[in-house]
């Protein structure tokens, strides 16, 4: 199983990024997927889970309304667009692999069976 997440990088405060996260070696379609972040020091914190689906969507409070998640079947991958970020949101950036779709157990990173090798994401004033 491998969880592949890219799209990292150096933005201003305001500024765009979108993640991708490439999943092999599993039924995608068997999944819900998630992303975490962490900071040093830090425990790791959910960002945002998607269902089987791709119908429905959760968000920590502190991304609602900048950041989307989607994911594409055909492609067996996850996408985080983050729009107007702040610096607040450098962190390594985290994709996961879960079966069930909890919302206590998503936000939890000790529920998932899969990670990805995690992107930096560095934002500036």
């Known amino acids: 199983v491998q969880l592949q997440a890219s799209g990292g990088g150096l933005v201003q405060a305001g500024g765009s990024l979108r993640l991708s996260c490439a999943v092999s070696?599993?039924?995608?379609?068997?999944?819900?997927m998630a992303w975490f972040r962490q900071t040093p020091g830090k425990e790791r914190e959910f960002v945002s889970g998607?269902?089987?689906?791709?119908?429905?969507?959760n968000y920590a409070d502190s991304v609602k309304g900048r950041f989307t998640l989607s994911r594409d079947k055909r492609k067996n991958a996850v996408f985080l667009e983050m729009n107007n970020l702040k610096r607040e949101d450098t962190a390594v950036y985290y994709c996961?692999?879960?079966?069930?779709?909890?919302?206590?157990?998503?936000?939890?990173?000790?529920?998932?069976?899969?990670w990805g090798q995690g992107t930096l994401v560095t934002v500036s004033s």
């Open positions: 998607i269902n089987w689906y791709g119908d429905k969507t």
């Open positions: 070696g599993l039924t995608f379609s068997d999944y819900i």
């Open positions: 996961a692999a879960d079966t069930i779709w909890d919302y206590g157990r998503m936000i939890n990173p000790r529920e998932y069976d899969y």
